[in-house]
């Protein structure tokens, strides 16, 4: 049986440049597109695309049985800062909707799983630089929570029931081709455009505050590369580590100024700093390296130059 994927939540930061991916890989008959509302983008007008509710068990059964799904991505879910304004709510979408997916999949409806977890499971009691695979996890935020728990049911899930489900923490995304979607660490997204339109940049976090981050290319494609990965080589059923480059605002802001050397920036701390100073500076990704042969290929000086030549 071929590979059928569903991606739900398609239109999101990351669901944008994954269901792109897949489509190129797997071809667009083979990848189904769905959000809760139907944009006019790419990902709509150059594939399968439905419209379905991440909280809807039968919505999301009747697009399995229709299109005889194999895969899921679960891309759907409240972010970090926009989470903390309306926790109820976050706590429902990220965590029932990945008990429609889990419990679609004991059923054997579905063969595959990706869900995505976070650097927020991590809190202020978690050792900050290089933040190992297994430490303490007391997260501060209702994403984080929420996340940290769909961890603990991953794995419960494989283990009870044998459920095929595969993760990783994603540490701060940055990309050129979505605009940000509410994240603690969208500022190094909104910098760059901001420097390319107007020359400065004011900072909703201090210029020491060092964060994991990676480029999107990095993260579509360990991504993708976890979800081809035999079964034997997953290892961690809960969610992998996984880390690219980090750095602080000041130290993007000097690599943007050696291509922009008018640009200036400004630091004016508000509430998503308490966030950021509750998750680690640095991870310690070496499981997945080890497991699944993960590797990443931006850093800061090659990201820069990428985001920039793209967003002109």
């Not at 792109?20 to 150059?46: E, F, M, T, W």
């Not at 809807?56 to 926009?82: G, K, P, R, W």
């Not at 700093?273 to 640095?282: E, F, L």
């Amino acid at each position: 049986m071929s590979t059928k994927i569903l991606i739900i939540g398609a239109c999101g930061q990351i669901g944008t440049e994954l269901t792109q991916k897949l489509r190129s890989i797997y071809g667009n008959d083979n990848v189904i597109a769905s959000d809760i509302r139907k944009l006019n983008n790419d990902i709509v007008n150059n594939g399968i695309f439905e419209v379905v509710n991440a909280l809807d068990y039968n919505q999301i059964e009747h697009l399995i049985e229709q299109y005889q799904i194999t895969d899921v991505y679960l891309m759907a879910a409240l972010l970090s800062a926009t989470a903390e304004k309306n926790p109820a709510f976050a706590w429902d979408l990220n965590m029932n909707s990945l008990f429609h997916v889990l419990n679609l999949a004991k059923a054997k409806k579905i063969k595959k799983i990706f869900w995505p977890s976070s650097i927020a499971v991590f809190g202020p009691t978690t050792p900050r630089n290089n933040t190992p695979q297994y430490t303490i996890m007391e997260p501060t935020t209702v994403y984080g929570i929420s996340k940290q728990t769909g961890e603990r049911w991953c794995e419960y899930y494989h283990n009870i029931y044998g459920v095929d489900v595969r993760s990783i923490r994603y540490p701060g995304l940055i990309s050129w081709s979505t605009e940000p979607g509410g994240g603690t660490t969208d500022y190094a997204v909104d910098i760059y455009h901001k420097a390319l339109s107007d020359g400065k940049y004011e900072c909703f976090l201090s210029e020491e505050t060092a964060l994991p981050m990676m480029y999107m290319d990095d993260a579509i494609r360990a991504t993708v590369e976890i979800m081809q990965a035999p079964a034997e080589l997953i290892k961690i059923r809960s969610s992998y580590n996984l880390s690219g480059v980090s750095f602080t605002p000041a130290e993007i802001a000097a690599d943007i100024k050696k291509h922009i050397p008018e640009f200036t920036i400004s630091y004016k701390p508000d509430f998503r700093q308490k966030i950021a100073d509750s998750w680690p500076a640095s991870i310690d990704d070496s499981s997945a390296r080890q497991d699944w042969n993960w590797k990443h290929e931006f850093d800061l000086g090659t990201m820069t130059e990428e985001m920039l030549a793209h967003l002109k």
